[in-house]
Structures are given as C-alpha cells and as structure tokens.
C-alpha cells in the first residue's frame, strides 16, 4: 500500500492562502483525492483552518489515508489606543518587539517599533513575522498644532461713571487664530481667576474696572495663553456744578 504523508508548502497566514502538499514512497502513480473536495489533485490549496484528510491510491488500488490539522498563522498586533491625541507634537507611539517579528511597517512610511506623529492622521501599523504573514491595527491620530494669536485691538467700552459694567469685543476672534483644532472657546481672566466658563463667545460684558487677559481652548482641549492683557478703565465724570442763589 501505498505510504503517504502530508505538510504544508507554506504557512497559512490569516486572510491568506495554503498549499497541503503529499509525500510519500511512491509505487507507480498514485491518484490523490480530498475529503473536501471532488477529483483528484497533488496538492491542495487551502483558505481557512482546519483539518484536511486525503486519500491516495495506487495502480493496484491499494490505498493509504492521512490527515492534517492546520492553523492560521497571525502576528499580534494591537496599537495602545484607538484615537490618540496630543496638545505636544511630534507624539512618539510604540509597538511592543514579538518574538518571530520580521519588521513593522507604517502607513505614513515610518519603519520600525517607534513612530512620530506630528499631524492629524489615521495611521496603521503592519507587523510582518518571519512566516511572512501579516497583522495590521488602525488609530486615529489628533494633534493640535501650537496656537498663536494674531494682532487684535477689541472695542473697549469702559465703566461708565454712573457705574454701567464695560464690555470688551474682541470681534471675530477665531479668525485671529492659527494652529489647534477648531472650534475654540475662551476664558477671559482677571488676577488669574477665570470669569465664567470657556465659551465660543468673543464678546464679554458685565465687566468692572481692571485688566484682563484672554485664553484659548481648542476642540483637543489645548490651551494657549498669548499673554496679551487688555484694560477696562471707569469713565471721568466732570464735577456737578453747584449753582448759587
């Protein structure tokens, strides 16, 4: 009878493809058939893991069976997060070395355990082992770029001298920003104690006598303090004037 032994030609990676070649001591041609399959062929090509039997058979009709169990081969791949953000670039994220790595690969042409993101991107890494299967993962990466104010001169109201509050009315101030993620908001400070929340208003009123400064917040939550201070002064009123007679 014939005596016949299978293996695989090469690794079945995950998503890819196999072959299941037959060895044996041939006696005279021998006809290979597949359990999972009709007809008859040296070599099998596979998709998907499992276990595959075959069944050889000589020109006297002797036959022999073997089987094999075959898994899929898949590198490990998991990137720390799904989204990544930073208020600080370039953000250096890592992938940690596997035993059986070949190389690890990434969309933004990066090579390597380590890559620097400097810009908003989806970037996926793909690990390469040495069977040459590959793992790949995704992430989305944020990065607020540095913020800077251009030149703004607000409209100033002061206190008035009968006490009406001032009003400060930066006008448009989102226009005046560079840099970081819109939309923005903006706390108005004064002796370093915010007034209110941030909000995405420019307009600030109800203000007493003082100065302030303005800060900015990006969608990221970045902040930026252009250390510009703007000042709310009281009105001069004139003296009464006392009439006598």
């Given at each position: 009878a014939?005596?016949?032994?299978?293996?695989?030609?090469?690794?079945?990676?995950?998503?890819g493809q196999a072959q299941i070649g037959?060895n044996?001591?041939?006696?005279?041609?021998l006809?290979?058939g597949?359990?999972?399959?009709?007809?008859?062929t040296?070599?099998l090509?596979i998709?998907?893991?499992?276990?595959?039997?075959a069944v050889a058979?000589?020109?006297?009709?002797?036959q022999?069976?073997?089987?094999i169990?075959?898994?899929?081969?898949?590198?490990e791949?998991?990137?720390?997060?799904?989204?990544?953000?930073?208020?600080?670039?370039?953000?250096?994220?890592?992938?940690?070395?596997?035993?059986g790595?070949?190389?690890?690969?990434w969309?933004?042409?990066?090579?390597g355990?380590?890559?620097?993101i400097g810009?908003?991107q989806?970037?996926?890494?793909?690990?390469?082992?040495?069977?040459?299967?590959?793992?790949t993962?995704?992430?989305?990466?944020?990065?607020?770029?540095?913020?800077?104010?251009?030149q703004?001169?607000?409209?100033?109201?002061?206190?008035?001298?009968?006490?009406k509050?001032?009003?400060?009315d930066?006008k448009?101030?989102?226009?005046?920003?560079?840099?970081?993620?819109?939309?923005?908001?903006f706390?108005?400070?004064?002796?370093q104690?915010?007034?209110g929340e941030?909000?995405r208003?420019?307009?600030?009123?109800?203000?007493?006598?003082?100065?302030y400064r303005i800060?900015v917040t990006?969608?990221l939550g970045?902040?930026?303090?252009?250390?510009?201070?703007f000042?709310i002064?009281?009105?001069?009123?004139?003296?009464?004037?006392?009439?006598?007679?």
């Amino acid at each position: 009878a014939p005596a016949i032994r299978l293996s695989l030609v090469n690794p079945l990676c995950r998503g890819g493809q196999a072959q299941i070649g037959v060895n044996s001591k041939k006696e005279g041609d021998l006809r290979v058939g597949w359990e999972s399959i009709d007809g008859t062929t040296d070599t099998l090509l596979i998709t998907s893991p499992g276990s595959y039997q075959a069944v050889a058979t000589n020109e006297a009709g002797c036959q022999d069976t073997a089987s094999i169990s075959v898994q899929a081969i898949a590198p490990e791949l998991t990137l720390p997060a799904d989204t990544i953000q930073t208020c600080d670039p370039p953000k250096r994220v890592e992938v940690p070395k596997k035993p059986g790595d070949k190389a690890v690969r990434w969309s933004n042409g990066q090579t390597g355990y380590t890559v620097e993101i400097g810009k908003t991107q989806e970037l996926t890494a793909t690990r390469i082992d040495t069977n040459g299967c590959r793992e790949t993962d995704t992430l989305q990466a944020r990065v607020s770029q540095p913020m800077r104010l251009k030149q703004v001169a607000p409209e100033i109201k002061p206190v008035s001298c009968d006490g009406k509050p001032g009003v400060l009315d930066f006008k448009n101030l989102p226009e005046a920003i560079s840099g970081g993620e819109p939309p923005y908001r903006f706390t108005l400070t004064k002796r370093q104690q915010a007034i209110g929340e941030p909000e995405r208003r420019d307009s600030f009123a109800n203000l007493s006598e003082g100065t302030y400064r303005i800060s900015v917040t990006d969608q990221l939550g970045c902040s930026y303090d252009p250390s510009k201070s703007f000042s709310i002064r009281k009105q001069q009123c004139d003296d009464p004037v006392v009439v006598v007679g």
